[in-house]
């Protein structure tokens, strides 16, 4: 599967994809770590990339409940 990342204007972060199929934002942290956060419907994506969300507040307020994993 090849992911579409897209860049983001962050502190927190510098990339991130979605899998629909599989329900997974991934992330990309400087430095080049990524993670996954599965469990995440369309709905969340579409919340964490919403215009003014802090991607860094989201990640610690929802996504890390979400079951994840550094993605290899």
Same mark, same amino acid.
């Given at each position: 599967?090849?992911?579409?990342?897209? #860049?983001? $204007?962050?502190?927190? *972060?510098?990339?991130?994809?979605? #899998?629909? $199929?599989?329900?997974? *934002?991934?992330?990309?942290?400087p430095g080049g770590i990524e993670w996954y956060y599965e469990a995440c419907p369309l709905d969340v994506w579409e919340a964490f990339t919403a215009p003014g969300q802090s991607r860094g507040q989201f990640i610690h307020h929802t996504l890390n409940y979400k079951p994840k994993g550094p993605h290899q």
């Amino acid at each position: 599967m090849q992911l579409d990342w897209q #860049d983001v $204007d962050s502190t927190r *972060i510098v990339a991130e994809a979605f #899998d629909p $199929d599989t329900e997974t *934002i991934y992330v990309r942290f400087p430095g080049g770590i990524e993670w996954y956060y599965e469990a995440c419907p369309l709905d969340v994506w579409e919340a964490f990339t919403a215009p003014g969300q802090s991607r860094g507040q989201f990640i610690h307020h929802t996504l890390n409940y979400k079951p994840k994993g550094p993605h290899q």
